[in-house]
């Protein structure tokens, strides 16, 4: 075969490619429609039998030389694609993804604006004890400039003998503590019976991580004017997350916040296993700012500050985590609780690291 024949054959070829590419582009079309139907009448995108439809098509006109099993195999990467591309129909559609919002939605809770490019801190105690013991935590974050403070006052426990929480009277108590030093509330409801009685006390919903599910939970904290702390689920993929926060958004509330809070692993050095990776996913997927919880995830105080270094570089938006006036009696988690002694080196130590950080990026 000469030069120039071979040059002929090549050019058919890329003459087949194109029509071959051009086809699948139309294919791409029709799948999309599809898809669009599916999701109007409720479908899953993936359909067996119809797939054993189409392969069986196939089987009945193959008389080419490659064998049928080749044949099989590249119509069956076809069918993945086009089950891929109706799944990026679907994120193209979550209200919380950045095709739908490309810019940050930036959460105000008082003044405090999280999401508008300067890291902030979420403290306080695991649990509400008594006001001593939240103010005295209220009165150290104070002193530090902080006014987001979390605590605890329903508190769901694995075993149903360990400390449930004060209830509607810790909420009170946090209530009254932020009034007086000048704090904004952060705390978790466990039912949608409590939200609307939660109103009167809380600045921020807590939605924990137990609770990422709760879908009734979900559209009824999407249905108030509060801003939504929403922490990932202990086994959630970052899609489960997601549609999560999509059940909230999708009720016209979107002062949504992600918290990152470890995930379930067969890891056992730590409490969870920390998905520092997971905080620039949301941030590219979505438009909704994305704390780190370095207590839950972790479970131990002496990796608080490495990790929370990882969060601010990574680009969290806020770290949270657990201040106790005196660990060793806390009602729960108090292996876990910082001091007031430890919480201000923490919070010292982590300003001077954040301070370097924006020196770095000024500098670039």
Request: charged share 25%; aromatic share 6%; net charge negative.
């Amino acid at each position: 075969m000469s030069t120039n024949e071979l040059a002929q054959l090549r050019d058919q070829i890329d003459g087949v490619n194109l029509e071959i590419l051009k086809l699948l582009n139309e294919r791409a079309e029709i799948v999309q429609e599809i898809g669009k139907q599916k999701e109007k009448q409720g479908i899953t995108r993936f359909d067996p039998v119809r797939e054993r439809q189409s392969l069986d098509l196939i089987n009945d006109h193959h008389n080419g030389p490659f064998e049928l099993s080749t044949v099989q195999h590249l119509f069956k990467e076809i069918f993945k694609a086009s089950l891929e591309l109706q799944k990026d129909n679907h994120k193209k559609a979550l209200l919380v993804s950045r095709k739908a919002r490309p810019e940050n939605t930036i959460v105000d809770v008082n003044g405090q604006k999280i999401g508008d490019g300067e890291q902030r801190f979420i403290m306080g105690p695991c649990a509400v004890e008594g006001y001593e013991q939240v103010k005295a935590v209220a009165l150290a974050m104070k002193q530090q400039g902080l006014t987001l403070m979390r605590g605890g006052a329903f508190k769901p426990r694995t075993s149903p003998y360990d400390f449930q929480g004060l209830g509607i009277e810790g909420l009170q108590i946090l209530r009254r503590v932020a009034d007086e030093v000048g704090m904004s509330v952060v705390s978790e409801i466990l039912t949608p019976q409590d939200v609307e009685t939660a109103l009167d006390y809380v600045d921020v919903i807590q939605i924990g991580a137990r609770n990422m599910q709760n879908f009734e939970l979900l559209k009824t904290v999407g249905k108030v004017k509060k801003p939504v702390l929403l922490k990932r689920g202990l086994s959630a993929t970052i899609d489960e997350f997601v549609n999560a926060a999509e059940y909230i958004i999708s009720q016209g509330n979107d002062q949504i916040i992600l918290c990152e809070r470890g995930i379930r692993t067969y890891e056992k050095a730590t409490r969870n296993t920390l998905d520092i990776s997971a905080v620039p996913i949301l941030k590219q997927e979505t438009h909704l700012p994305v704390v780190v919880d370095v207590t839950h995830s972790t479970g131990r105080k002496d990796l608080l500050f490495p990790t929370a270094k990882a969060a601010l570089a990574i680009g969290a938006d806020a770290v949270m985590a657990e201040v106790h006036p005196d660990p060793a009696v806390a009602l729960s988690d108090s292996a876990q609780q910082m001091d007031i002694a430890e919480f201000n080196t923490f919070i010292n130590d982590l300003k001077t690291f954040k301070d370097r950080l924006v020196q770095q990026v000024v500098y670039k």
